[in-house]
């Protein structure tokens, strides 16, 4: 690892703050990713059309940018003027999901006087850090003739409370515990009358849709507090989702800046922001599912290729699943394995677990340290203690699955999983330079 003085780029780290906000579901982030793309000149390609070579200059086979949107998922890619079939491709991969608290089937509930949302816990949260923050809530409705909304109640509609430490004297001695059913349920109104469908009927207000439109939702509740720069220096930020909404925005503005640059690129550069990565990735949208290699295999097959230009593409593809990970933290360095400490613009982290909870391997290094050194960027190394398990990303199973080389990288934070994470100014820049570098080759 080499030594680097500060990267802050200011507009770069305002413009992921931006991103942020505006992903308050991984529906908001991927519409808000393909927005981005399309002023870069990527155009949609529907699942449903045949892509085939055509005439038309949006075939999916021709030249330029392209991207597919399903759900919460974004896979884009980008056909460099005159690539072979079997040309490989170079994938920054990431997820677009956050743990949360999401709305159940009948979420009209209430006691005592107070009106609540009923909710389940998404993903593994940090319990304690929804408690007593103002929530707004966003996410998908799906009307009667089977289209979709976004919707977004960006202000204080929500509040989980806490119990006041009079009626539980033990909180300070024993610590705080949560009953995932009991305690997690959040306010919204006062009344004894629970009317069933009363959330619905006021989302179908706010989005402008007529009563009972509404057949089908996916919600979810979201701080309304922005994010913002942390510290006598403004070292840090501190923002939510940036697990992992973070390397979603550093792979958009890395595809974004090869898809512009001009220059002839050797390989076919690509992003895929996949959903329900917190909870096991097996879904149509997750990265277990078959999106990413339905999509690599119709473009080249659009592009004249044959499955044994599919089969050379895929043997010299590289993979970089990008995901935050942990920072060395100040109060509890003795969690963290004793020669390993990431901190904060330290720059970004290559992940490596011997047991393949993340997909690195010693030629993977080699691939992410010419990146790194193209992009004059320093990088850190993180391994878990051997007496903690260790988590894992979606880089073992986008190996797996799809038997390409896969190396997992990604930005270290401090708060992973809270509803408020914390990171370095420098850091995510520095990673969208090194994305940028691996997907030019």
């Not at 942020?20 to 390609?45: D, I, N």
């Not at 070579?53 to 896979?75: C, D, N, Q, W």
């Not at 390993?340 to 992410?368: C, E, F, M, Q």
Request: charged share 20%; net charge negative.
């Amino acid at each position: 690892m080499s030594s680097s003085p500060s990267r802050f780029d200011r507009g770069h780290t305002d413009d992921l703050m931006t991103f942020l906000a505006a992903g308050p579901s991984p529906y908001h982030a991927v519409a808000s990713t393909a927005e981005r793309l399309e002023k870069a000149g990527f155009r949609q390609v529907a699942e449903t059309d045949a892509w085939t070579v055509t005439p038309a200059a949006e075939a999916a086979g021709s030249s330029g940018g392209k991207y597919v949107l399903r759900g919460g998922a974004i896979v884009a890619w980008y056909v460099p003027e005159g690539a072979a079939p079997h040309t490989p491709f170079r994938i920054v991969g990431a997820h677009t999901d956050s743990p949360n608290l999401r709305v159940k089937p009948l979420p009209d509930s209430g006691a005592h006087g107070w009106r609540q949302v009923a909710v389940e816990i998404y993903g593994g949260p940090l319990l304690n850090s929804w408690l007593d923050r103002d929530l707004g809530l966003a996410g998908r409705l799906t009307l009667r003739d089977g289209t979709t909304r976004l919707v977004n109640v960006d202000r204080p509609l929500l509040r989980v409370p806490q119990l006041a430490i009079h009626l539980d004297r033990s909180v300070s001695a024993e610590g705080l515990k949560l009953d995932k059913q009991r305690h997690l349920q959040p306010v919204w109104g006062l009344g004894d009358d629970v009317r069933d469908g009363d959330l619905i009927a006021f989302l179908e207000e706010t989005a402008g849709l007529a009563a009972g439109e509404v057949t089908g939702w996916d919600l979810m509740v979201h701080s309304v507090e922005p994010p913002a720069y942390l510290g006598r220096d403004k070292e840090l930020v501190a923002g939510p989702r940036m697990d992992n909404l973070l390397s979603v925005h550093a792979g958009t503005a890395a595809l974004a800046a090869v898809a512009t640059s001009g220059g002839g690129l050797p390989y076919i550069p690509v992003l895929a922001a996949f959903d329900h990565e917190e909870n096991g990735s097996q879904s149509d949208t997750g990265a277990d599912g078959p999106l990413l290699g339905s999509v690599l295999e119709r473009s080249v097959f659009a592009r004249g290729g044959s499955y044994e230009d599919k089969a050379r593409a895929f043997a010299g593809t590289v993979c970089l699943s990008s995901d935050t990970g942990h920072a060395v933290h100040p109060n509890y360095a003795e969690r963290h394995d004793p020669t390993h400490h990431p901190r904060v613009n330290g720059g970004p982290i290559l992940k490596v677990n011997v047991n393949n909870r993340y997909a690195t391997d010693g030629s993977g290094r080699a691939v992410w340290a010419a990146a790194c050194e193209k992009a004059n960027v320093p990088f850190q190394s993180f391994v878990s203690s051997n007496s903690m398990p260790c988590g894992t990303t979606i880089g073992p199973i986008t190996a797996a699955r799809h038997g390409i080389k896969t190396v997992d990288i990604g930005v270290a934070i401090l708060s992973m999983h809270s509803a408020r994470e914390l990171c370095g100014v420098d850091d995510p820049h520095l990673l969208a330079s090194a994305l940028t570098a691996f997907l030019e080759g």
